[in-house]
């Protein structure tokens, strides 16, 4: 089965870039997409389709994925950025999360 | 606006049967395709489900594929979840969603505010 893998948890100072990565075998050749959930609430989508924002989510998210890597880069880190962040993409059909990021921004 | 409002879940023993409901507004149900995500205690996100298209095709994930079963009624504009032979390991806030098109999944544009399913003894 398809898997994908982040690292468990990413530290950044505020006003700094904070990068989570997402790895899966030719994930590229997939659209991955970013959610952001903060303690005691449901998932929020920030990127979908690689690179796209949803309306209403801030500028300084932004993504990309090429070869076996996706990335979510939060510019200018906010303390209200802080949350767990997980990576998502389809196969056949069959919807696969990586285990899910932490940030922490201090 | 679009909401969608879980309703179902609670204390169930192993072995047991419960259904979940994710009542939705502000969209036609049968125009969408729609999925359940679940989360159990403190660990990450996994999708168990999903249908799509106007013969709505279904889609399980294999730890549930034979146990679950997802429908949706357009009267009612409601998701179902039917949820048999339940074990320890199904425990988990279960979350419906909207997808953007009738057809494929792409990625999950709403999200409910999940309800809770215990399985325990």
């Known amino acids: 089965s398809y898997e994908l893998s982040q690292p468990p948890s990413v530290s950044v100072s505020p006003g700094q870039t904070a990068s989570i990565t997402c790895s899966g075998d030719k994930l590229g050749d997939k659209y991955a997409c970013w959610y952001q959930q903060k303690p005691g609430q449901s998932p929020v989508l920030v990127i979908y389709q690689d690179s796209q924002r949803p309306s209403g989510i801030p500028e300084r998210f932004s993504g990309s994925n090429s070869g076996n890597t996706a990335t979510l880069t939060i510019s200018g880190t906010q303390t209200m950025d802080e949350a767990d962040y997980y990576c998502q993409a389809w196969d056949s059909s069959t919807g696969v999360f990586g285990g899910g990021t932490k940030l922490t921004v201090l | 606006e679009v909401q969608l409002l879980e309703s179902g879940g609670g204390l169930v023993q192993p072995g047991g049967s419960l259904r979940l409901s994710c009542a939705v507004s502000?969209?036609?149900?049968?125009?969408?395709?729609m999925s359940w995500v679940r989360q159990a205690p403190g660990k990450g996100l996994e999708w168990v489900s999903g249908?799509?298209?106007?013969?709505?095709?279904?889609h399980y994930a294999d730890s549930v594929k034979g146990r679950f079963t997802i429908s949706r009624d357009r009267a009612t504009n409601t998701l179902f979840l039917q949820m048999n032979s339940l074990r320890d390991e199904d425990t988990a806030i279960y979350y419906c969603a909207k997808h953007p098109y009738r057809s494929g999944y792409y990625y999950f544009e709403y999200w409910g505010q999940g309800t809770l399913v215990t399985v325990s003894s």
């Open positions: 249908i799509s298209g106007s013969v709505d095709g279904t």
């Open positions: 502000g969209f036609t149900i049968s125009s969408y395709a």
